[in-house]
T-cell receptor, first 116, second 114 residues
Framework: GAVVSQHPSRVICKSGTSVKIECRSL??????MFWYRQFPKKSLMLMAT?????????EQGVEKDKFLINHASLTLSTLTVTSAHPEDSSFYIC????????????FGEGSRLTVL | AQSVTQLGSHVSVSEGALVLLRCNYS??????LFWYVQYPNQGLQLLLK??????LVKGINGFEAEFKKSETSFHLTKPSAHMSDAAEYFC????????????FGAGTRLAVHP
């Protein structure tokens, strides 16, 4: 099956620093990727839709200046948490669409961010 | 607006027993519905999906789900639980009618004991 990889799988950073998380589709091209945030023992919350070559579309309540998304190529989307604070600590999961607008969705293995 | 409700945040069954995980949805348009499984510190894996074809959908690992429009339900079942089924299960509905932009339920943690 299709593989989506995230890096790093775990990251610990100090408050006020920025952290970049990568999401790669390893064996297919993805014009669309999604970023989700999962709080402990909670469900996944859609943060934004990442479109290759254009600006990301953010869901209501998600700060676009806090969570910078770049989708510079058909196999890579990055999420940068800027000026991270402890409340940004979470599990971030990306997904990539294979096969166009109604294509199948594949999820990365997630990245756990801990902000001290 | 679409939404998903999963009844029971924790379900515990004995190995070999029936697994029933409940999911009810709300959608203003014919929904696409999904069940995903998540193992600890991993991403999500698709178990099965309903896309307006057959109402009884068979998925991987012996799981199946039945779409019941009258009950707005899409419950997940497996006749005989295995220890390896212990995981978090998420029901999801598609916003756009396709596979991609999903709204997830809160999840149900399945425990399987000997």
């Amino acid at each position: 099956g299709a593989v989506v990889s995230q890096h790093p799988s775990r990251v610990i950073c100090k408050s006020g620093t920025s952290v970049k998380i990568e999401c790669r589709s390893l064996d297919f091209q993805a014009t669309t990727m999604f970023w989700y945030r999962q709080f402990p023992k909670k469900s996944l919350m859609l943060m934004a839709t990442s479109n290759e070559g254009s600006k990301a579309t953010y869901e209501q309540g998600v700060e676009k200046d806090k969570f910078l998304i770049n989708h510079a190529s058909l196999t890579l989307s990055t999420l940068t948490v800027t000026s991270a604070h402890p409340e940004d600590s979470s599990f971030y999961i990306c997904s990539a669409v294979r096969g166009g607008a109604t294509g199948e969705l594949f999820f990365g293995e997630g990245s756990r961010l801990t902000v001290l | 607006a679409q939404s998903v409700t999963q009844l029971g945040s924790h379900v515990s069954v004995s190995e070999g027993a029936l697994v029933l995980l409940r999911c009810n949805y709300s959608s203003s348009v014919p929904p696409y519905l999904f069940w995903y499984v998540q193992y600890p510190n991993q991403g999500l894996q698709l178990l099965l999906k309903y896309t307006s074809a057959a109402t009884l959908v068979k998925g991987i690992n012996g799981f199946e789900a039945e779409f019941k429009k009258s009950e707005t339900s899409f419950h997940l079942t497996k006749p005989s639980a295995h220890m390896s089924d212990a995981a978090e299960y998420f029901c999801a509905v598609s916003l756009s009618g396709g596979y991609n932009k999903l709204i997830f339920g809160a999840g149900t943690r399945l425990a399987v004991h000997p």
